[in-house]
């Protein structure tokens, strides 16, 4: 009843891109081409409609942490493709995050603590910065410090990174990853992959553009917070697939 209440219904330049891509989908197989179409069509929606206004609205309250002494700002831009939610259920299988309210892309702010923290473990030559093994007994660390344990939390708060607003349409643009063995990597028993195989095209969605990052505490602790970032983001990347360049972004401090 629902599916045939909302067959009628056009995308346009009101389209919400969230509940377009959870709600309104036609009838019939769910291929992948019709997954590639439904991507393609949130390629064309547009900004919505007081968003701009949103977005300065997060500016100005990160301007007034910075002159309060309570935290700092950056512009982080994408240098070529990111993929953000490609784990998250959904109807094309390959998700994508899109903020709940205004539909745009968005990196949640658990997503950078966790890239931050992982750039400390990996790339800090100081063992101060590594992550604590299970069960592990130790002194409060530098890391301990910054990003919380189970007894006392962070000193740095994350906040979700919203896309920055350009253009008329948001920065989602379609994508493809192809399986090239499908029979071995499914199945109890794989087959052995061969040059006969066919490969399974998957379309999912990717994102290009600038996002606010606007981190909250101690401003020696964010400044620590912002350099693991800027590493992490330039050298490992964020989101999904980095092992094949998704995700490198550059991050420009901002001033008040």
Do not use: N
Not at 78 to 101: F, N
Not at 160 to 186: C, F, K, N, S
Request: glycine letters at 12%; aromatic letters at 8%.
């Amino acid at each position: 009843m629902r599916r045939a209440c909302l067959a009628g219904i056009a995308h346009d330049a009101t389209t919400h891109a969230g509940l377009w891509l959870d709600k309104y989908i036609e009838g019939g197989e769910f291929d992948a081409p019709r997954k590639a179409a439904l991507i393609q069509e949130l390629a064309r929606t547009a900004v919505p409609a007081g968003y701009a206004d949103f977005v300065q609205s997060l500016r100005r309250d990160a301007d007034a942490l910075m002159d309060s002494g309570s935290g700092l700002s950056a512009r982080a831009t994408v240098a070529g493709r990111m993929v953000v939610g490609l784990g998250a259920k959904g109807v094309v299988e390959a998700g994508i995050r899109l903020d709940h309210t205004w539909g745009v892309p968005v990196i949640p702010g658990s997503a950078l603590k966790g890239l931050a923290a992982s750039t400390a473990h990996l790339l800090v030559a100081d063992p101060g910065w590594r992550k604590p093994g299970d069960g592990e007994v130790r002194a409060p660390t530098a890391f301990d410090a910054l990003f919380g344990t189970t007894d006392e939390q962070g000193a740095v708060a994350f906040h979700d990174a919203y896309w920055i607003p350009e253009g008329r349409t948001l920065p989602i643009h379609p994508d493809v990853m192809t399986v090239h063995h499908p029979d071995y990597y499914q199945g109890d028993e794989p087959t052995a992959p061969s040059d006969f195989d066919s490969p399974t095209p998957i379309p999912f969605a990717s994102v290009t553009g600038s996002f606010l990052v606007v981190l909250e505490g101690p401003p020696e602790r964010c400044d620590e917070a912002l350099q693991l970032l800027e590493h992490g983001l330039r050298c490992v990347g964020g989101g999904a697939k980095t092992s094949t360049g998704y995700g490198r972004m550059r991050v420009q401090r901002l001033e008040t």
